[in-house]
């Protein structure tokens, strides 16, 4: 069976300009084409740029070729066509990349919107906190600490994170960290389960860590019990952690 294929060819037989690419644009996507070829006789720098970047933002191929008259000998004139950018291996590899990235922030907000809507059912932690596309999301509990959900493609977390600046002394984040450390015990035992604790000499920050070992943001048919289990977790830290916390003199 043969499978046509939609391409679109803009002719232009003068210089590059904005207008012709505005065409270019608005014919492959009007008419779902899988290719566009623009001809023009002088290419301009931008142009070039612009067809660069959209092989490597769309799914579609695009292309400028500069069309040239020559002449050999005492011949007629003849055209020649040259390829000035076209889709590359790189440029194919850069629009998955783009079209993977784009994907996986578009999942990430929907695992949040739907996790916040049902925390907001059990606590008022994270009320204030929209969703975003990124791996976190956090609020603070006092100065420089943060009780913050994480997530992966297969996993998940809570934790309480430490860190207070750049313009702080290191030595203040691990100072807190001892304190809360120190009471190791008794935290644990009200959060009901063992925590990771990770002081992190060789980095600024330092957290008491929780993983949910029911799935990330990939795993969407389990995102109920994901979400589930991150809330409960929450609460149970927050519970935990915040009579220590209000000792602390920050």
């Known amino acids: ?16 300009n904005h207008e012709h690419l505005g065409k270019v644009i ?10 566009a070829i623009w001809i023009v006789s002088d290419p ?3 142009h070039i740029t612009a067809i660069t970047w959209l092989n490597e933002s769309s799914s579609a191929s695009f292309y400028i070729v500069k069309l040239e008259a020559i002449r050999i000998g005492d011949s007629l004139p003849a055209p020649m066509l040259t390829l000035i950018v076209g889709p590359s291996e790189e440029s194919e590899q850069a629009a998955e990349t783009k079209k993977e990235l784009k ?24 009320a204030n906190i929209a ?45 807190i960290f001892d304190a809360l450390f120190e009471a190791k015990a008794e935290i644990e035992e009200v959060f009901g389960e063992t925590l990771d604790w990770y002081r992190l000499e060789d980095k600024r920050a330092c957290r008491i860590n929780k993983e949910i070992s029911l799935g990330g943001y990939r795993d969407e048919e389990n995102w ?5 289990a991150m809330i409960d ?3 149970r830290l927050d519970k935990a952690l915040k009579p ?7």
């Open 233 to 235: 977790a929450m609460i």
């Open 131 to 175: 969703p975003n596309d990124r791996s976190y999301l956090w609020t603070p509990v006092k100065n420089g600490l943060y009780l913050r959900y994480g997530v992966r493609q297969h996993a998940s977390d809570v934790k309480l994170y430490i860190d207070r600046g750049a313009d702080k002394k290191d030595s203040e984040n691990s100072e």
């Open 103 to 126: 994907e996986q922030h578009l999942l990430r907000n929907r695992f949040w919107s739907q996790l916040l809507s049902r925390a907001r059912e059990k606590t008022s932690l994270h």
């Open 1 to 16: 069976m043969n499978l046509a294929i939609l391409i679109i060819i803009e002719n232009q037989l003068e210089r590059s």
């Open 26 to 35: 608005t014919y492959l996507s009007v008419l779902g084409a899988k290719a």
């Open 244 to 250: 220590h916390i209000e000792k602390l003199s920050l």
């Open 44 to 46: 301009r720098p931008e």
């Open 224 to 228: 109920q019990d994901i979400h589930e």
